[in-house]
Nanobody, 114 residues
Framework: VQLQASGGGLVQPGGSLRLSCAAS????????MGWYRQYPGKQRELVAS???????VYADSVKGRFTISRDNARNSVHLQMSSLRPEDTAVYYC?????????WGQGTQVTVSS
């Protein structure tokens, strides 16, 4: 599985961005897909994940502001981010769990600044 992330950029506080992650093959059998973020010098942390059945998990810091969704027909997973804050500034990575293996896409930078 190859994952290609896109949609990062610079946005003002309170603004919105939509991240997308396209998989090279069908994602219908991928158990869990998720978005992580990484601050400089820190480990990656979970932002949100979605199971094959559509169950979602969110980090407390993004609940009510971010929404994860997956489109099995288009082999993609998305992260809609609203009410963005400067502390959301990080490199965001999509990942996939399939048959016990974890796959990562390349990161996409999200910068929230006025």
């Amino acid at each position: 599985v190859q994952l290609q992330a896109s949609g990062g950029g610079l946005v003002q506080p309170g603004g919105s961005l939509r991240l997308s992650c396209a998989a090279s093959g069908s994602i219908s059998s991928i158990n869990v897909m998720g978005w992580y973020r990484q601050y400089p010098g820190k480990q990656r942390e979970l932002v949100a994940s979605i199971t094959i059945g559509g169950s979602t998990v969110y980090a407390d810091s993004v609940k009510g502001r971010f929404t994860i969704s997956r489109d099995n027909a288009r082999n993609s997973v998305h992260l809609q981010m609203s009410s963005l804050r400067p502390e959301d500034t990080a490199v965001y990575y999509c990942n996939a769990l399939l048959h016990g293996l974890v796959y990562w896409g390349q990161g996409t930078q999200v910068t929230v600044s006025s």
